[in-house]
């Protein structure tokens, strides 16, 4: 194979497996790996698995026996929660050659890199180069969680909070903006935590104002923060337009002894002035949430609380997931356990609920102006890219705009996404 080695990557779950994909990515092309879009063209197959429910599971088994199908000939290798959740079964697939856990991640490249002797040296400057043809890089800045909610197996297949020097992440963020990357996510299992396992106060703030101080970074966008991780004085940070206006915060319940039952430190009052403190830090900012429904003693009162919360709290965007019990964690020794037609009927009404809130979230836009930085075509003469507030846009245009970042009018909406005119084809305001 030699430098002709070809990789396709698969990565399940979260944004910081998505960060350790794109990792992985830019190693392999420092080493002259070429990255391929899919298996069939792949002499090795990496697979970054998710555990966090038995879904999560079930698609990281069933994606690596299709890329096995796709290719009896590839190599591959395993890694990730599910690897780390249950190795053996992983390592019986079909064309498994590795599975590494979590605490063996880092060592992907290098594993997969030595069954081939003849790659080339490492390479700064093609570890700067895009990998794969984003405009958005993930960074991970952390891992591991020390909290211990009851519904959640991370903890036992992440380990304890661990941080990455301040000093590596901004230079790996300056690094991708020579790459020519305009936007960074940070990510972490537990963002909010970050620095804390280095004595470092206020260490994710400090972490935002020295990128934002010691890169030319156009746009920085954090990822999920656990509320408890941060005070109203953190909102201060959103003074900087660089910093992008959306913050996800995981509520999981909106009743106090549901949140109590799952282990989470926070309360609905405390989330409710969390949230009224980013909203006065930037009137336009987008607010994301997370929440279970059908979780072990919630009945129908409970269930109405959290409806009811969730509804006043006007969120731009809701994840929502039934609950399904894990094994290994607390939750399934609790009583109460819910039926899964209940549970199912819940998720269909909250999920509706959800619709409707990001609708009239992104409605709201219709007729201003904003910032869009655009990522691909979704179809011959259209393009499609994300505000700073996270608002998807679409805009009718032949003009090659990936990786640019454009001002817009936002004329209409459609299909849940925002319609754009391009500031040369309208008249935008001063």
Known sequence: MGSCMRVHLETLGCRVN???????????????????????????????????????ERKSRDRILALARANPRTRIAVTGCYATLVPETCSDLPSVEWVLP?????????????ADRDVTSFSRKAARQPPIFRTRAFVKVQDGCNNSCTYCIVRRLRGSSISRPMSEVVAEVASLVDGGFQEVVLCGVNLGSYGRDHALGNGLKSLVLAILKDTDLPRLRLSSIEPWDVD???????ENA??????????????????????????????????DAARESAADIAVTTDVIVGFPGEDDTAFRMSYDFVAAMNFARVHVFPYSPRSGTAAVRLSGQIPATAINARADAMRKLAAQKAFEFTSRFVGKQATVLWERKRREGWCSGLTSN???VDVRTNDELHNNLS???????RNGHLLGELATACELDK
């Open 18 to 56: 998505q960060s350790e994909a794109e990792t992985f990515a830019r190693e392999f092309v420092a080493r002259g790996v070429s990255v391929v879009s899919s298996a069939a063209e792949a002499d090795v197959c990496v697979v970054n698995t998710c555990a966090v429910t038995s879904t999560a």
């Open 102 to 114: 979590n605490v063996e991640k880092s060592r992907v490249t290098e594993t997969v890199l030595q």
């Open 232 to 238: 109203a004085g953190f909102f201060n940070l959103w």
């Open 242 to 275: 660089r910093l992008c206006r959306s913050v996800h915060f995981p509520l999981q319940a909106g009743c106090n002894s549901t949140l109590q039952r799952m282990g989470r430190r926070i309360t609905v009052e405390e989330f409710s002035r969390l949230v």
């Open 390 to 392: 996270y608002l998807r």
């Open 407 to 413: 001002d817009v009018r936002l004329v209409g909406l």
